[in-house]
């Protein structure tokens, strides 16, 4: 192999720990992605009750 390769390699084994390292990595992944869509979905609900309420309030007529 070249240098190049052996440092990739080293890298990618994590000193012999990458059967622990890339499973955590990829279950912190999983869950920060579970995050956004949970985070994106409650946005998209209150904002169609806020659009809810809003609509269902009288208009103001004029300056208070």
């Known amino acids: 192999m070249m240098p190049t390769m052996d440092r990739i ?3 990618f ?4 720990y ?3 390292v890339w499973p955590a990595f990829a ?3 999983v869950v920060m992605a579970a995050l956004v869509i949970a985070t994106l979905h ?3 609900r209150r904002e169609r ?3 809810e ?3 269902g309030r009288p208009q103001r ?4």
Do not use: D, H, N
Request: aromatic share 8%; hydrophobic share 55%.
């Open 18 to 20: 990458a059967a622990y």
């Open 49 to 51: 009750e806020i659009a």
């Open 61 to 64: 007529s004029g300056p208070r």
């Open 9 to 11: 390699a080293t890298f």
């Open 27 to 29: 279950v912190a992944a």
């Open 42 to 44: 409650t946005l998209r």
């Open 53 to 55: 309420i809003i609509k």
């Open 13 to 16: 084994a994590m000193g012999g």
